[in-house]
């Protein structure tokens, strides 16, 4: 099994929707990120945790709401998704030898 | 704040050609410096860092070294596989810490012809 997992790998969902991206990690580490890719931005912070009760928003954390379910999970929500929100999204774990990455969730909405 | 710029892409090249991917970079202090690479339906992987000025960061060929006077941290490869074909990511991490939040670049993609 993949050290950070996220589920779904595709989605394509509609307008006004919403929406919940999971991400499990097998890691250990108490820090959780989610980035979200679009072609020629890079990657861009939307939240992070550094432990279960801490949550912390990122550059573009609006539309967007996360929960720390436990140490392993940290799932991304879009109340009500809009087009713009079509992007890769990407969880990530950091321990002591850095990051690690999930293989990304590809959202479309409609 | 912090942002990191990379060169324009796509770049393509033949195999066995050298590779430079610029990355310049914005931040206060003496960040960490990081290169990633995302092959294709995968996530990102690192491929080398440096924490401070005049490191050179290595791995699989590619090297980089954290230029404090230029903000700079060019990758290269003196002779490119088709199997380095990828998106590549400048990095940094504000400095302070050792752990934390990244700032991207906007990646540049990478193709490699036989």
């Known amino acids: 099994d993949a050290d950070v997992t996220q589920t779904p790998r595709n989605r394509i969902t509609k307008t006004g929707k919403r929406i919940m991206l999971e991400c499990s990690q097998t890691?250990?580490?108490?820090?959780m990120y989610w980035y979200r890719q679009d072609p020629g931005l890079g990657l861009q912070l939307i939240y992070y945790?550094?432990?279960?009760?801490?949550?912390n928003k990122g550059e573009i954390s609006d539309g967007y709401s996360v929960s720390r379910q436990a140490q392993a999970k940290f799932s991304l929500s879009l109340e009500s998704a809009i087009p713009n929100q079509t992007a890769l999204y990407f969880c990530?774990?950091?321990?002591?030898?850095?990051?690690?990455f999930g293989s990304g969730t590809r959202l479309t909405v409609v | 704040g912090n942002s990191v710029t990379q060169m324009e892409g796509p770049v393509t090249l033949s195999e066995e050609a050298f590779l430079t991917i610029n990355c310049t970079y914005t931040?206060?202090?003496?960040?960490?410096l990081f290169w990633y690479v995302q092959y294709p339906g995968e996530g990102l992987q690192l491929l080398l860092k440096?924490?401070?000025?005049?490191d050179k960061g290595s791995n699989k060929g590619f090297e980089a070294t954290y230029r404090k006077e230029t903000t700079s941290f060019h990758l290269e490869k003196g002779s490119v596989q088709v199997s380095d074909s990828a998106v590549y990511f400048c990095?940094?991490?504000?400095?302070?810490?050792?752990?934390?939040?990244?700032?991207f670049g906007q990646g540049t993609i990478l193709t490699v012809h036989p």
């Open positions: 440096a924490t401070k000025a005049d």
């Open positions: 945790s550094f432990d279960v009760k801490d949550i």
């Open positions: 990530a774990t950091e321990g002591v030898y850095g990051y690690t």
């Open positions: 990095a940094l991490r504000a400095g302070g810490t050792s752990y934390g939040k990244l700032t």
């Open positions: 931040a206060t202090g003496y960040p960490s």
């Open positions: 890691k250990g580490h108490d820090r």
